[in-house]
Structures are given as C-alpha cells and as structure tokens.
Nanobody
C-alpha cells in the first residue's frame, strides 16, 4: 500500500505559476513510474506528466514546454512545476504511483488548480 498526499494547488492568474507536491508514505526509489493526472469538470481524467525510476519523462502535448515533473527520492516526493498557466489548465490534479509495471496503481485525493483569465 502507498498513501499519496498532494499539495500546492490554489488560485492563480493566467500566466502565473504553481508547484504541486506529492508526498508518498514510503520510499519511491524503485517505483516504476509516478505521474500527475488531471480532471476538469465534465471531462475525463487525463495524463499530464509521468516520470520513471530512471528519470525518463513524458508530457501531454498541451503542457510541453510549460510543465516540468521531477522526483526527489530522498524525500519520497514528486513535483510538478507549472509555468505559464492557462485557464484551460483548471482542474483537479491527482498524483499517481505505479510501483511495478502492470501492478497496482495508487492515487492521491487530488489538489485543485484554478487559473483565472
């Protein structure tokens, strides 16, 4: 079992920045992949960014060049730095952990990001 706790969401103006954090209840050093997803009202949850245990990253096209995912294994924490935020980035952002390939996936409770025009 892994508990994930997100923080760092809030209200920001268009063009602003936020940094989300996801703290895990145990070591993430060997976790296969960790990621951030988001879900806007009346829309499906979508992948925003993911990072593997080797540090490889993937991003949704809509956030490339604006968002950066990183992980600090010493703090069991994954971050999402979000710059140049748009109103379309408004959503509930969830942290996800997949400790082993094809294995159980764990989710946090989510943190709200609201970007005003």
């Amino acid at each position: 079992q892994v508990q994930l706790v997100e923080s760092g969401g809030g209200l920001v103006q268009s063009g602003g920045s936020l940094r989300l954090s996801c703290a895990a209840s145990r070591s993430i050093f060997r976790f296969y992949v960790m990621g951030w997803y988001r879900q806007a009202p009346a829309k499906q949850r979508e992948l925003v960014a993911r990072i593997t245990s080797s540090g490889s990253t993937n991003y949704a096209d809509s956030v490339k060049g604006r968002f950066t995912i990183s992980r600090d294994n010493t703090k069991n924490t994954v971050y999402l730095q979000m710059n140049s935020l748009h109103p379309e980035d408004t959503a509930l952002y969830y942290c996800n952990a997949e400790p082993t390939p094809g294995g159980a996936k764990y989710w946090g409770q989510g943190t709200q990001v609201t970007v005003s025009a």
